[in-house]
C-alpha cells in the first residue's frame, strides 16, 4: 500500500528507529496502553466484583516473599484485592483522566488561542488576561476548591460515580492556557502570511481560513504539548487521589492505590504503595522521553537529519 511505504520511507520513522531512549518509551508506553485498556481481559481478578474479594486474604505478600499466595502475583491490599488486577484496573482509569483532561485542554486552548491570535486587539486582550487570570490559579487549588463543593453537595456515594468525568473537566479547565498561548501565539505569526492574505482575498469567511487554513500549521507545538500534558493531568490525578479528592478506593486509580497502602507502609505491606509508585513513575517517564524525542524531532533548530 502506498500509505505504507511512505511511512517505512519517511524521516520521522528514520529517527524515531535510530533513537534507542524514543524506541523504548514507545514500547513501555504501548505495553501500558495495552495491558491498561485491556485489563478486564488481561486482569486475573476483578476488583469491582465485592463477591470474589475475601478479606482474609488481605495484605498477602508477593510471590516471591515468604507468607505469600500463589493466586496473586504481587500480594493483595488491605481489602483483599489482588494487587495485579488493582494497578491493571487502575492504570486504565488515569490513563483514561489524562487522556480525556489533555482533549478538552486542547479543545479549549485551541478554540480560544484561534480566536485571541485572529480577532484583534480587544479580542486579544480579553482572552489572553482570562488565561492570566486562570494562570494565577495551581491546578490543585482550583481541584480542592470545587472537589470540596461537590463532594459536599452529592455526597460520597454520589461523588463515586462522576468521579472519572470530574476529574477531567478539572484538569482539563486548569490547564488549557498553556496550549491557547502556544495557538495565539503560533496564530499571530501565520495570520499575515501570503496564502492567508490570499484566501482574505477572495473572499472565504474568517471561520473557514482560522480552521482550515491557520489550525494545520499551529498544531506542531501543540501535538509536543499535549504529550507532556498527558503526563502532567496523570501526575494530577495521581496527587489529587492521595490527598482524597480524586478517585475513590473503591474505583482505583495509581493515585488512590498509593494513598491507600500509605499507612501500611511502615508496618510491612510496602506492596501496596509502592508497586503502583512504580508503574506510575514508568507511565510518567516514559510518555516524557517520548515527548522529548517528538519536540526534539519537531524543531528544526534541535533536530538534524
Request: aromatic share 10%; hydrophobic share 50%.
Given at each position: 500500500?502506498?500509505?505504507?511505504?511512505?511511512?517505512r520511507q519517511?524521516v520521522?520513522l528514520?529517527?524515531?528507529?535510530?533513537?534507542?531512549v524514543a524506541v523504548?518509551s514507545?514500547i513501555?508506553l504501548?505495553f501500558?496502553l495495552i495491558?491498561?485498556?485491556g485489563?478486564?481481559?488481561v486482569a486475573?481478578?476483578?476488583p469491582?466484583?465485592?463477591a470474589s474479594?475475601?478479606?482474609?486474604?488481605s495484605?498477602?505478600?508477593?510471590?516471591?516473599?515468604?507468607g505469600?499466595?500463589?493466586?496473586?502475583?504481587?500480594?493483595?491490599?488491605?481489602q483483599?484485592?489482588d494487587?495485579?488486577?488493582t494497578?491493571?484496573y487502575?492504570?486504565?482509569?488515569s490513563?483514561?483522566i489524562?487522556?480525556?483532561?489533555v482533549?478538552l485542554q486542547?479543545?479549549?486552548?485551541i478554540?480560544?488561542?484561534?480566536?485571541?491570535?485572529y480577532?484583534?486587539?480587544?479580542v486579544?486582550?480579553?482572552?489572553?488576561?482570562l488565561?492570566d487570570?486562570q494562570l494565577s490559579f495551581?491546578?490543585?487549588m482550583i481541584?480542592?476548591?470545587?472537589?470540596?463543593?461537590v463532594k459536599?453537595?452529592?455526597g460520597?456515594?454520589?461523588f463515586?460515580?462522576?468521579?472519572?468525568?470530574f476529574?477531567?473537566v478539572?484538569?482539563g479547565?486548569?490547564?488549557?492556557p498553556?496550549i491557547g498561548?502556544?495557538?495565539r501565539a503560533?496564530?499571530?505569526?501565520e495570520?499575515?502570511k501570503e496564502y492567508?492574505?490570499a484566501?482574505?482575498v477572495?473572499?472565504?469567511?474568517a471561520?473557514?481560513i482560522m480552521?482550515?487554513?491557520?489550525?494545520?500549521?499551529?498544531l506542531t507545538?501543540?501535538?509536543v504539548i499535549s504529550t507532556?500534558?498527558?503526563?502532567?493531568?496523570?501526575?494530577s490525578?495521581?496527587?489529587?487521589?492521595?490527598?482524597?479528592l480524586?478517585m475513590?478506593?473503591?474505583r482505583?486509580?495509581l493515585?488512590s492505590?498509593?494513598?491507600?497502602?500509605?499507612?501500611?507502609?511502615?508496618?510491612?505491606s510496602w506492596?501496596i504503595?509502592?508497586?503502583?509508585?512504580?508503574?506510575?513513575?514508568?507511565?510518567?517517564?516514559?510518555?516524557?522521553l517520548?515527548?522529548?524525542w517528538?519536540r526534539d524531532?519537531?524543531?528544526?533548530?534541535?533536530?538534524k537529519?
Amino acid at each position: 500500500m502506498v500509505w505504507l511505504r511512505r511511512i517505512r520511507q519517511s524521516v520521522m520513522l528514520h529517527s524515531f528507529l535510530h533513537d534507542p531512549v524514543a524506541v523504548g518509551s514507545a514500547i513501555f508506553l504501548l505495553f501500558f496502553l495495552i495491558v491498561g485498556f485491556g485489563a478486564p481481559l488481561v486482569a486475573p481478578h476483578n476488583p469491582y466484583d465485592s463477591a470474589s474479594i475475601d478479606v482474609m486474604d488481605s495484605e498477602k505478600p508477593p510471590v516471591w516473599e515468604e507468607g505469600s499466595d500463589e493466586r496473586f502475583l504481587l500480594g493483595t491490599d488491605a481489602q483483599g484485592r489482588d494487587m495485579l488486577s488493582t494497578i491493571l484496573y487502575g492504570l486504565r482509569v488515569s490513563l483514561i483522566i489524562g487522556m480525556g483532561a489533555v482533549a478538552l485542554q486542547a479543545f479549549l486552548g485551541i478554540t480560544v488561542g484561534l480566536i485571541a491570535g485572529y480577532g484583534g486587539r480587544w479580542v486579544d486582550t480579553l482572552f489572553m488576561r482570562l488565561a492570566d487570570v486562570q494562570l494565577s490559579f495551581s491546578t490543585y487549588m482550583i481541584a480542592i476548591f470545587i472537589g470540596a463543593i461537590v463532594k459536599a453537595s452529592l455526597g460520597v456515594g454520589n461523588f463515586e460515580r462522576i468521579a472519572v468525568p470530574f476529574l477531567i473537566v478539572v484538569i482539563g479547565l486548569a490547564e488549557w492556557p498553556q496550549i491557547g498561548r502556544t495557538v495565539r501565539a503560533s496564530v499571530l505569526g501565520e495570520k499575515n502570511k501570503e496564502y492567508v492574505e490570499a484566501a482574505r482575498v477572495i473572499g472565504l469567511p474568517a471561520r473557514r481560513i482560522m480552521i482550515r487554513h491557520i489550525l494545520p500549521n499551529t498544531l506542531t507545538p501543540v501535538l509536543v504539548i499535549s504529550t507532556v500534558q498527558v503526563a502532567n493531568a496523570i501526575m494530577s490525578e495521581a496527587a489529587l487521589s492521595f490527598i482524597g479528592l480524586g478517585m475513590p478506593i473503591t474505583r482505583p486509580s495509581l493515585g488512590s492505590l498509593i494513598k491507600a497502602g500509605f499507612e501500611y507502609i511502615f508496618s510491612g505491606s510496602w506492596w501496596i504503595t509502592i508497586l503502583p509508585g512504580i508503574v506510575l513513575v514508568l507511565l510518567i517517564l516514559s510518555i516524557n522521553l517520548l515527548g522529548d524525542w517528538l519536540r526534539d524531532y519537531l524543531n528544526p533548530k534541535l533536530y538534524k537529519s
